[in-house]
C-alpha cells in the first residue's frame, strides 16, 4: 500500500486490493495453520462507538495471527479529551505496532495517522468505513467471480460506507448506482472521485441490479435526527416491492447492525439472497491481510 495506514480508500490503489485479495484468500482457508506474522506484537484497538463486528474480527485476527490486542474505550483515554490526539499517538507509538481506531470525526483518525509513527487503521469514522468495503468487495468477488457487468445499487443514506464503497466501486471496475432521499447525498468529493451515478429514485438504482446494499438510515453519532431521517428515508426501505425490479438473482449485502422494518424488511435481509452474514465472516479475513501487510513481516 501506498503509505503506512489505511485510513482512507483513496490512498489505495488497484492492485493493492488484489494482493490483499490473494493474502485474504491464503488466511481463510488456512484459518488455523496460516503463518502468524504478527508474533510478539501488541496492538492498540480505540473504539470511541460501539462495535460488534469489528472489534471481534480486530482482536480475533490479530490473535490468530499470533498478536495480541488491547481495547481502550472512550472512558478509557478520552481522545482529544482526556489529552491531545497527538499525545495519545505518540505515547502508543513507543508502546504497541499498530493502532486500530474507531472515531466519531474522520479528523482524529487523521491526526493520530500523522503523529503515530505505527500503522494506523480505519476502523470507522464519519467519513469512512474502508475496512467494510475491503470484507464487501472480496465478498463480491467470492460469490461473482469478478466484477465485470455487474450493477451494484445502493440505496439509503450516502454516508461512511457508501462513500468507502464507492471508491472501491471504481478501484474494481464495477459500476456503482447510488439512491439517497435528497439532501442525503455522497458528499460532493466522492461524487467527483467516483463515476458512481447519483440520484433521488430508488427503483432506477435498482433496477436490474446484481447486487442491492444497504445501511441504516440513522449512523451513529447522528441519534438526534432519528425521527427527521425516518421520515425522509420512507421511500428507500429495501422492501419485496423494491427487489422486484432487481435481477432474480441478486445478493442483499448490508454492513449490519440492521434495523429490521426501517431501512430493510426481515422478508428481505433474511432471505437467500443474503450475504450479510459471509460480509461479517469476511471481515476477519480481509483484516488479517490489511494487519499482516501493514504491521507484518511477511515472507515473500
Ligand atoms: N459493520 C460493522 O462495522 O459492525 P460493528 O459496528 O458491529 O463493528
Ligand atoms: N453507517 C453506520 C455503519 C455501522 C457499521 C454507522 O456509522 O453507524
Known amino acids: 500500500m501506498a ?13 493493492d486490493i488484489f494482493k490483499l485479495f490473494l493474502l485474504t484468500e491464503k488466511f ?20 470511541e462507538k460501539p462495535s460488534l463486528r469489528t472489534r471481534v474480527t480486530f482482536e480475533t485476527a490479530i490473535n490468530e495471527l499470533g498478536g495480541n490486542s488491547i481495547y481502550l474505550s472512550s472512558q478509557d483515554i478520552g481522545l482529544g479529551k482526556r489529552e491531545p490526539v497527538k499525545d495519545v499517538a505518540e505515547n502508543l507509538s513507543r508502546w504497541v505496532s499498530g493502532i486500530v481506531a474507531r472515531v466519531f470525526e474522520h479528523k482524529s483518525i487523521e491526526d493520530l495517522a500523522k503523529y503515530a509513527s505505527v500503522p494506523v487503521v480505519n476502523a470507522l469514522s464519519d467519513l469512512e468505513h474502508p475496512c467494510q468495503a475491503l470484507a464487501d468487495f472480496f465478498t463480491i468477488w467470492e460469490f461473482y467471480k469478478g466484477y465485470k457487468d455487474l450493477k451494484f445499487a445502493w440505496v439509503g443514506d450516502g454516508n461512511n460506507v457508501c462513500h468507502s464503497l464507492m471508491l472501491f466501486a471504481n478501484l474494481c471496475g464495477l459500476k456503482m448506482h447510488v439512491a439517497t432521499p435528497k439532501g442525503y447525498e455522497p458528499q460532493k468529493e466522492y461524487i467527483k472521485l467516483s463515476s458512481a451515478v447519483v440520484t433521488n429514485d430508488p427503483v432506477e438504482a435498482v433496477r436490474d441490479a446484481d447486487i442491492i446494499y444497504t445501511d441504516v438510515w440513522t449512523s451513529m453519532g447522528q441519534e438526534e435526527e432519528k425521527a427527521l431521517r425516518l421520515e425522509k428515508f420512507k421511500a428507500f426501505q429495501i422492501n419485496a416491492q423494491l427487489v422486484k425490479h432487481a435481477k432474480p438473482s441478486y445478493i442483499l449485502m448490508h454492513c449490519l447492525p440492521a434495523h429490521r422494518g426501517e431501512e ?20 476477519m479475513h480481509t483484516e488479517k491481510a490489511v494487519m499482516a501487510w501493514l504491521c507484518g513481516n511477511l515472507k515473500g
Open 28 to 47: 481463510k482457508n488456512a484459518r488455523y495453520s496460516h503463518e502468524k506474522p504478527l508474533s510478539g506484537r501488541t496492538f492498540a484497538l480505540i473504539f
Open 3 to 15: 503509505g503506512k495506514d489505511l485510513i482512507e480508500t483513496k490512498s489505495l490503489h488497484r492492485g
Open 264 to 283: 430493510i424488511t426481515a422478508e428481505v435481509i433474511d432471505s437467500p439472497h443474503s450475504v450479510i452474514l459471509d460480509q461479517a465472516e469476511n471481515r
